[in-house]
Nanobody, 121 residues
Framework: VQLQASGGGSVQPGGSLTLSCAAS????????MGWYRQAPGKQRELVAS???????NYADSVPGRFTISRDNAKKTVYLQMNSLKPEDTAVYYC????????????????WGQGTQVTVSS
């Protein structure tokens, strides 16, 4: 299973970006999908996640500014980021949990390669 993330870049404070992450490979069912970020010198942290049923969860620093969504047919997860702040600067990683076959008993996890988001004036 491979994840291809895109959409990162450099923006000024207050700007917007949309990240996308498309999964490919042997996926029988997609479960939770999420976005994490890692700033220099800091641990990787959860930004937002979305279940297969569409329930969402956000880090305390982003509600009202970021929106996570998914397109199950395209096996893609999105992160719409508005009102970006310098402290949002980080490498953003997508993650999926999935079953590789109908007989699989546990979820597997896969990470994308990371996409840089830089917010600076």
């Amino acid at each position: 299973v491979q994840l291809q993330a895109s959409g990162g870049g450099s923006v000024q404070p207050g700007g917007s970006l949309t990240l996308s992450c498309a999964a490919s490979g042997s996926i029988f069912s997609l479960n939770d999908m999420g976005w994490y970020r890692q700033a220099p010198g800091k641990q990787r942290e959860l930004v937002a996640s979305i279940t297969s049923g569409g329930s969402t969860n956000y880090a305390d620093s982003v509600p009202g500014r970021f929106t996570i969504s998914r397109d199950n047919a395209k096996k893609t997860v999105y992160l719409q980021m508005n009102s970006l702040k310098p402290e949002d600067t980080a490498v953003y990683y997508c993650n999926i949990r999935y079953r590789s076959s109908r007989w699989a008993r546990t979820d597997l996890s896969s990470w994308g390669q990371g996409t840089q988001v830089t917010v600076s004036s």
